[in-house]
């Protein structure tokens, strides 16, 4: 079965640097999608970033970017510069292809991750 | 374009009662699927609809079901409450594959359920 493994309950971050969560995902379908979201205290879902599995680059968006690595089933999130506001709960999802039209998203447990003044 | 529009926000029952949200998803979009998000499972997969029809299902007993009317507006419905059905309720469209290259989810602001 499909599975996405978030390893880091929570994680304390300075304003301003650079922070990395990490994702790992077990998988046997060579196509699959890979997305993190933000969920902040208000609790609505905010999509971030999508990385495909044929994608050749790294995705980024703004200040996020996913360092996907193939072969070792990761893909981690890269905030630069943190912010007050990036102050959330992450979660890393996978979508699994049912059949041809037909998928669903799954989710790792999430990362807690406060951003320190 | 407004957003996936969920309610009620909150409400509070009863065991035993039963209880139905509502989702209206983003216009244009015919996938919606809903979530259960508590503190101790995380985000769990209740079901999706396309068409009005369930393609999908999670691995929730009978008591939770859910139907998807012609305008793509979906209800959720959890007959005979147990304490535990306490959670955040998550909906969320979607534009299928292949018409979308990500295929992610748009997720409304969810309704908070507590069974007392």
Redesign the interface.
Known sequence: AQKITQTQPGMFVQEKEAVTLDCTYDTSDPSYGLFWYKQPSSGEMIFLIYQGSYDQQNATEGRYSLNFQKARKSANLVISASQLGDSAMYFCAMREVLYSSASKIIFGSGTRLSIRP | KAGVTQTPRYLIKTRGQQVTLSCSPISGHRSV?W?QQTPGQ??Q?LF?Y?SETQ??KGNFPGRFSGRQFSNSRSEMNVSTLELGDSA?Y?C?SSV???ES??????????S?LTVL
Not at chain 2, 101 to 110: C, D, Q, W
Request: glycine residues 16%; proline residues 4%; aromatic residues 20%.
């Open positions: 699927s979530y995380g985000l997969f999706e396309f393609r999908n955040l998550l969320a299928t594959l292949p290259e990500t295929g992610e989810l748009f997720f409304g602001e969810g908070r």
